[in-house]
Nanobody
Framework: QVQLGESGGGSVQSGGSLTLSCTIS????????MGWFRQAPGKGREGVAV???????IYLDSVKDRFAIALDKDTHTLELRMNALKPEDTAIYFC??????????????????WGQGTQVTVSS
């Protein structure tokens, strides 16, 4: 059984920083794809940053150079470090994971397991 739990959301002003964390509990971590996705009000869920078991990463263009994804393999904790936050980053952020071998991608349909989400609000 796979369980994911996010924490670290909150409210910040434009230009501020936040770090999101996701603890991942699974039976095996040999092959995986994990990542952060977000859903703004009235919009679909979009991939923000993903990482796989080879260490490869992919970022949404609008967050490159501002966000960084990292996985602590000892604690199985996935982090998203967000800097220079903008009001358009406001959304519910979800941690997603999958343990099948597929090419790394930001497509939400390719991730089977999800956390409950954490709200990030950026005010101007």
């Amino acid at each position: 059984q796979v369980q994911l739990g996010e924490s670290g959301g909150g409210s910040v002003q434009s230009g501020g920083s936040l770090t999101l964390s996701c603890t991942i509990s699974a039976s095996s971590y040999n092959v995986y794809r994990m990542g952060w996705f977000r859903q703004a009000p009235g919009k679909g869920r979009e991939g923000v940053a993903v990482i796989d078991s080879t260490g490869a990463t992919i970022y949404l263009d609008s967050v490159k150079d501002r966000f960084a994804i990292a996985l602590d393999k000892d604690t199985h904790t996935l982090e998203l470090r967000m800097n220079a936050l903008k009001p358009e980053d406001t959304a519910i952020y979800f941690c997603g994971a999958d343990f099948r071998w597929f090419p790394l991608s930001l497509h939400k349909s390719e991730y089977k397991y999800w956390g409950q989400g954490t709200q990030v609000t950026v005010s101007s």
